[in-house]
């Protein structure tokens, strides 16, 4: 296929979801109908990509980005429908996530860098519209508000890393065959617009201490939630892989995301402890697996980022969808004592024996699967999160499974997306290590001693998001501290968290 209409078949794509936001008729059926089948067409032109040769190592991965979000947004509009039925707000939701889909498929099929963000830039003034649905409410007003700040100053360090990279001597263009060679004396501007970008994604991707507009937008609807958690915040992820050679030009930008990203992901984890409301704890999940992707992405490992960004699509639009159930499951295995805890050096022996499994079996998979190799931090992180499960035979059974699984899909993302980034300093992935080791062990200290002092001295500074967010709210003129998270006693806090 001609490299021209490659890049012609995503603009198709986005015009397609522009049809929703200008239907002209009042009548809702049809309206709704007209959103189903423009994903089901959309998903009929990707078939045309099969067995199309790639022109970039990206092409791909944005491809398989761009048949998830067809599918998503199937899925959100076919739930959409039912959920929102009777809600005088149809017609408004129906042209904001049309205008939505429109703009996040030219962020992921854009070749050009400034393309790339003016797309992003139109994605985040859609989700104003989804975000204030019940526009009575203040809360949805304050989640809003927040998100427009932190947006537009994302933007503004975009903007600029572009114009530095420009001055570098970079090339704005995605294609093969654009000159990638910096002007002598010109690598300092590119280290700059390396770190502006970093900080830019981090920003859009709600990392600490800019995450308190993700954990807030409770008050939109659960389709809403779902596609903002599944689709929109993911976008950073492929913003960095497709900007790659920026990155890869400034090493001091990677630092930058393996330690902000590492450490938002690690807090995020922790407060995930305090939190009850099924919603709640998912939105701070979001927070800790964007701030892991971003730490793969600082470590230089683009195929590992690609599949834990379309891993944590999937499971964050299930999740959502599903929050009823999963509130049920989840009182029922409280009721069953499901969650009672060992000791924390039983806990953290458990993580280590599934860091050395993974270790071990990515060690016999590259032998046959060179693509399979997994780097030591990660097999640390990912071994720790198995180790949750190192429960019983059944646990121990789906450690395999899983283990096995992800080293298969680990090698077919690296064959989709070839592309691999500077090796970290070693002392930033110790510092990180040992971080990881810190917070898996206070975990399972605070499940083993839910009521000891230390648990008494961290929970309410968690349950407030370590206060991180404190700042960045009273810039706002009109929004006021938040006041449960600082007015909570620790009885209060305990009852909270037995529900």
């Keep these: 296929?001609?490299?021209?209409?490659?890049?012609?078949?995503?603009?198709?794509?986005?015009?397609?979801w522009l049809l929703p936001a200008l239907w002209p008729g009042r009548a809702l059926s049809p309206h709704w109908q007209?959103?189903?089948?423009?994903?089901?067409a959309g998903g009929l032109l990707l078939l045309a990509l099969l067995y199309q040769p790639t022109p970039a190592p990206w092409f791909a991965a944005a491809w398989l980005m761009q048949a998830l979000i067809q599918l998503l947004g199937w899925m959100v509009l076919r739930y959409a429908?039912?959920?929102?039925?009777?809600?005088?707000?149809?017609?408004?939701?129906?042209?904001?996530?049309?205008?939505?889909?429109?703009?996040v498929t030219v962020v992921v099929q854009a070749s050009h860098l400034l393309l790339m963000v003016l797309a992003w830039i139109a994605c985040s003034l859609a989700l104003q519209t989804l975000l204030t649905f019940y526009p009575q409410r203040p809360a949805a007003q304050l989640a809003a508000q927040r998100e427009w700040r932190a947006s537009r100053l994302?933007?503004?360090?975009?903007?600029?890393?572009?114009?530095?990279?420009?001055?570098?001597g970079g090339s704005l263009s995605l294609l093969p065959g654009a000159s990638s060679t910096l002007a002598e004396g010109r690598q300092g501007y590119a280290v700059a617009a390396g770190l502006l970008l970093a900080a830019a994604v981090a920003i859009k991707t709600a990392q600490l201490p800019f995450h308190g507009w993700l954990t807030q937008v409770m008050e939109a609807p659960t389709p809403i939630s779902a596609l903002l958690h599944a689709g929109v915040v993911n976008l950073g992820g492929m913003v960095l892989i497709k900007a790659a050679p920026l990155l890869q030009a400034a090493p001091p930008a990677n630092t930058l995301l393996m330690l902000w990203g590492g450490g938002s992901a690690l807090l995020s984890c922790v407060v995930m402890?305090?939190?009850?409301?099924?919603?709640?704890?998912?939105?701070?999940?979001?927070?800790?697996?964007?701030?892991?992707?971003?730490?793969?992405?600082?470590?230089?490992?683009y195929s590992l980022a690609l599949l834990h960004l379309l891993a944590h699509s999937f499971y964050k639009a299930h999740a959502f969808l599903l929050a009823g159930e999963t509130a049920r499951d989840s009182a029922a295995r409280r009721l069953a004592g499901e969650q009672d805890a060992d000791s924390p050096w039983a806990h953290l022996a458990r993580g280590l024996l599934a860091v050395l499994w993974l270790a071990a079996a990515?060690?016999?998979?590259?032998?046959?699967?060179?693509?399979?190799?997994?780097?030591p931090l990660f097999c640390l992180a990912m071994g720790l999160g198995m180790?949750?499960?190192?429960?019983?035979?059944?646990?121990?059974?789906?450690?395999?499974?899983?283990?096995?699984?992800?080293?298969?899909?680990?090698?077919?993302?690296?064959?989709?997306?070839?592309?691999?980034?500077?090796?970290?300093?070693?002392?930033?992935q110790g510092v990180l290590a040992a971080m990881f080791l810190a917070t898996f062990?206070?975990?399972?200290?605070?499940?083993?001693?839910?009521?000891?002092?230390l648990a008494r001295r961290i929970y309410p500074h968690a349950f407030a998001g370590f206060h991180l967010d404190e700042w960045w709210c009273m810039l706002g003129r009109r929004q006021p501290r938040p006041p449960i998270s600082l007015a909570l006693s620790w009885p209060q806090l305990q009852e909270n968290r037995r529900g």
């Design 1 to 16: 296929m001609p490299l021209a209409l490659l890049n012609a078949l995503p603009f198709a794509i986005a015009l397609l």
């Design 34 to 40: 007209l959103g189903e089948s423009v994903a089901l």
């Design 81 to 103: 429908r039912r959920y929102l039925q009777g809600e005088p707000g149809q017609p408004r939701f129906l042209r904001a996530i049309g205008c939505l889909l429109a703009a």
């Design 154 to 168: 994302a933007e503004l360090l975009l903007l600029g890393a572009l114009l530095l990279w420009l001055v570098a």
């Design 273 to 301: 402890l305090t939190r009850i409301s099924i919603k709640l704890r998912l939105a701070w999940s979001t927070c800790a697996q964007m701030g892991f992707m971003l730490l793969e992405i600082g470590m230089g490992w």
């Design 362 to 375: 990515q060690w016999l998979w590259q032998r046959w699967l060179p693509a399979a190799a997994l780097p």
């Design 387 to 428: 180790g949750l499960l190192l429960r019983s035979g059944a646990g121990l059974l789906l450690v395999l499974l899983l283990s096995q699984s992800y080293l298969l899909l680990h090698a077919l993302a690296a064959t989709i997306l070839p592309l691999h980034g500077p090796t970290p300093a070693l002392y930033v």
């Design 441 to 453: 062990w206070l975990q399972g200290h605070l499940l083993r001693h839910p009521d000891g002092a």
